[in-house]
């Protein structure tokens, strides 16, 4: 079992930048592959960014692609996303998750564990 917890999320202008956190406790974070996925109201959860186990790969949706970075400390057992230049658009709850596996997925039902989310309002 892994237990993760997000934070920093909050409301923030166009244009703006935000950075969200994920502790993560419980088992081995450095054997999960960790990704972040958003919902925004009446939208399906979707994929945001994952990263692999040691930090060295990572993958992104088109739409994050080139304004947010997602990078781990293992030592830490923490996750980030870094969020730049946030448009209206990315208003969601984020949410980290935790794949136990060293193949990066892009679908949320190939993670096994979920924070509950952090809310991120960007105004335009």
């Known amino acids: 079992q892994v237990q993760l917890v997000e934070s920093g999320g909050g409301l923030v202008q166009a244009g703006g930048s935000l950075r969200l956190s994920c502790a993560a406790s419980g088992r081995t974070f450095s054997d999960y592959v960790m990704g972040w996925f958003r919902q925004a109201p009446g939208k399906e959860r979707e994929f945001v960014a994952a990263i692999n186990l040691s930090g060295s790969i990572t993958n992104y949706a088109s739409s994050v692609k080139g304004r947010f970075t997602i990078s781990r400390d293992n030592a830490k057992n923490s996750v980030i996303l870094q969020m730049n230049s946030l448009k209206p658009e990315d208003t969601a709850v984020y949410y980290c998750?935790?794949?136990?596996?060293?193949?990066?997925?892009?679908?949320?039902?190939?993670?096994?564990?979920w924070g509950q989310g952090t809310q991120v309002t960007v105004s335009s």
């Open positions: 998750a935790g794949r136990f596996s060293s193949r990066i997925l892009i679908g949320r039902n190939d993670y096994q564990y």
